[in-house]
């Protein structure tokens, strides 16, 4: 059928193959296609079993080594972004820069054809982690939520969402003589990737109809939006509602996966995450983060293995435990600090002490 097509394209724009260059790979094929002969029109063409297109390779089996290469892709920006790290000023601005608007972009091009699942997704999102304590110089233990809150990052699943959704509208609204519209209506029922995009419109609340067409045995889903909206939408109508969803979808996991964490209680008071102008990459900026979501290394975190093996303060004479708590408010050590702070707090609001 593919072939055909192709035949019939090359004879619109008189082009014609040579056996030498063109080549055939077969997608979901059986025991009976490795000894078969192809053809496009009288030429017969040989057959192989990975293909390069636009930077994503595919296979016979899918796109597993497209999807290996993304994520070799994202720990080569992770290492690069280490060695950036170390001769900059403001490590902060420059890492979350340069991940955001360069790497990410070179790194999700063209997963929206491909049909990523959660374990997949998972191993970017890891790597996401890593340049965010890199950037927030955070340590091992830090909360992804505090890392995400604080940068104003989206996570790869929520890309993703927006990116095949997107995508699917597009292929909607392709003539029926585009032959990626052709491929996906031929192979709709058994489609993975229609699976998944099913998904997605689930997550985001989107609703669904079925329209069958006279003559064809398999129905055509159409995306629609809430209130039964959406059918007369364009394409950048329907990106705009689709980025609008995935935001709130987004915020609203991103809020709830921070309840029942001890450590997020002050954070969590956070509205939504944005990138903070107070971090300046200094040792000081990464001391305020680990305050702000309880990461720092005080001694109820840390008395497995630190030298003296308590988790009581050693810094006063108190008698309790070393918390975040105790050390920012409470400990007599920092007494001074703590009152040269609030006077600086008073000068800045114009209030006497």
Request: aromatic fraction near 10%; include cysteine.
């Amino acid at each position: 059928m593919m072939l055909k097509i192709v035949y019939g394209y090359s004879r619109d724009f008189k082009v014609k193959f040579g056996g030498d260059k063109s080549k055939v790979m077969v997608i979901n094929g059986d025991e009976t296609d490795r000894d078969r002969e192809w053809n496009i029109g009288e030429v017969k063409i040989g057959r192989t079993e990975e293909y390069k297109y636009l930077g994503c390779m595919l296979s016979e089996d899918g796109c597993a080594r497209a999807k290996g290469e993304k994520v070799v892709k994202a720990m080569q920006w992770w290492g690069r972004l280490s060695s950036v790290a170390k001769y900059r000023a403001n490590k902060y601005e420059r890492v979350r820069g340069i991940w955001k608007y360069v790497a990410v972009p070179s790194i999700i091009f063209g997963m929206n054809v491909m049909a990523w699942n959660g374990g997949d997704l998972e191993k970017l999102e890891v790597l996401q982690n890593r340049v965010g304590r890199l950037a927030l110089g955070a340590p091992i233990w830090t909360a992804a939520e505090a890392l995400r809150g604080d940068l104003g990052w989206s996570l790869f699943s929520e890309r993703m969402v927006k990116a095949v959704l997107n995508y699917k509208v597009r292929i909607e609204r392709m003539e029926n003589k585009r032959w990626v519209k052709r491929i996906f209506e031929w192979n709709l029922s058994e489609s993975l990737w229609e699976k998944i995009c099913r998904g997605h419109a689930r997550k985001l609340k989107i609703q669904k109809t079925v329209c069958v067409r006279i003559g064809r045995t398999i129905d055509d889903l159409l995306l629609r939006g809430h209130g039964g909206k959406g059918m007369e939408w364009d394409c950048n109508k329907w990106k705009k509602e689709i980025e609008k969803l995935t935001k709130e979808y987004g915020l609203n996991k991103w809020k709830h996966s921070m309840n029942g964490k001890t450590t997020l209680t002050w954070y969590a008071s956070k509205n939504v995450p944005r990138s903070e102008m107070f971090y300046d990459g200094s040792f000081g900026s990464q001391l305020l983060f680990a305050v702000r979501c309880k990461a720092l290394s005080v001694n109820r975190r840390t008395w497995r293995w630190n030298e003296g093996n308590t988790r009581l303060c050693l810094q006063c004479n108190r008698g309790v435990e070393e918390t975040v708590e105790h050390l920012v408010l409470e400990c007599s050590k920092y007494e001074q600090e703590r009152e040269s702070l609030m006077d600086v707090v008073h000068e800045q609001c114009g209030e006497n002490k």
